[in-house]
């Protein structure tokens, strides 16, 4: 039995994708500015999963089955997290932590199973406090989880916001090829708090190399309004730089964040917008309440699967 949330959220995607099914396949690949899984084009429909080391073997294997119900194929694991408690598959100096490392080869393993697509993100702050343990910590993930092909990875997640998250574009870029090094086939990213500017965009593509981009859109009431067309400049100005690649929704707006708590009419919208516009991936982001002293008030939703299953 789907849990109502999960039938909710099914409703959702079945009402924004008009019948747009999630393709199940183990090999995640690039063309142009779409997906691919073995070879086929395919929208990737995803959720936030964030905590994911941190729940129980059943509840990861329900979680997978309602993901699924509802025509998911692909969900964002961080593998530096320690908001509730540290459950990072990597330590500060980048080497192997465990057990979260083999629960995280475990998670991609079981999604791989299933032919859904795992997004593994690292966080410049949490846990890795320099570039030299940054480099360890995405050799010792890439040659972990090098057997699957189901897996892309965020190097760094917001890594232009001034603050311990920050990573130069010139430090992604190291920290691409370091994977490449590993495993040459490997998708890599680095997420950008907010949309991306014509400049910006071309460091991306140049400097950090990217294989896709990845902007964490604002969060406000106007925000899926616009994600129509600005998912289109973005496709626009990479034809014009003379390099297109996809534009992924990896973390857009989310309930408890700020003062405005979107509603369903919101997330299909912002859905529908990322489809129409050429977006080859959006993500239903879900997280604990935002703001001094909220932390640990209830629900943590995918920040903290310690004590419930997601779904």
């Known amino acids: 039995m789907v849990p109502r949330s999960g039938r909710m959220i099914g409703l959702m995607l079945t009402i924004a994708l008009g019948g747009l099914g999630a393709g199940r396949a183990a090999t995640l690949g690039v063309e142009d500015t779409k997906f691919t899984l073995d070879g086929k084009d395919t929208f990737l429909l995803g959720i936030s999963y964030y ?11 329900g979680d997978m089955s309602a993901f699924a119900y509802t025509g998911i194929n692909w969900f964002r694991v961080w593998a530096t997290w320690d908001m509730f408690g540290d459950i990072s598959a990597v330590d500060a100096s980048g080497a192997a932590r465990e057990p979260y490392l083999t629960r995280l080869k475990e998670i991609v393993r079981a999604a791989n199973e299933r032919g859904m697509v795992v997004d593994v993100t690292l966080a410049r702050g949490v846990g890795i406090a320099d570039h030299v343990a940054h480099l360890q910590a995405v050799r010792t993930l890439a ?9 892309y990875f965020d190097v760094a997640n917001e890594r232009n916001v001034k603050d311990a998250r920050y990573v130069s574009l010139e430090e992604c870029g190291e920290l691409r090829d370091a994977i490449k090094e590993t495993d040459p086939d490997r998708l890599v990213t680095a997420s950008h708090g907010g949309d991306i500017s014509r400049e910006e965009l071309a460091e991306y593509l140049r400097v950090a190399k990217v294989d896709f981009i990845t902007p964490h859109r604002p969060r406000n009431a106007s925000s899926a309004a616009q994600t129509d067309a600005k998912t289109q400049e973005y496709l626009r100005w990479m034809a014009e730089l003379g390099r297109v690649a996809p534009v992924h929704y990896q973390e857009p707006f989310r309930r408890d964040y700020g003062r405005w708590q979107p509603e369903l009419a919101d997330f299909v919208a912002d859905l529908r917008g ?11 982001h879900n997280g604990s309440p935002r ?18 299953c997601l779904m």
């Open 291 to 308: 703001g001094t002293g909220h932390e640990t008030q209830g629900p943590r939703r995918s920040f903290d699967l310690s004590q419930h």
């Open 143 to 151: 040659e972990a989880l090098k057997p699957w092909r189901n897996v």
């Open 274 to 284: 990322a489809i129409a516009g050429g977006a080859a991936g959006w993500c239903l």
């Open 51 to 61: 905590a994911a080391q941190g729940a129980s073997a059943e509840c990861v294997q």
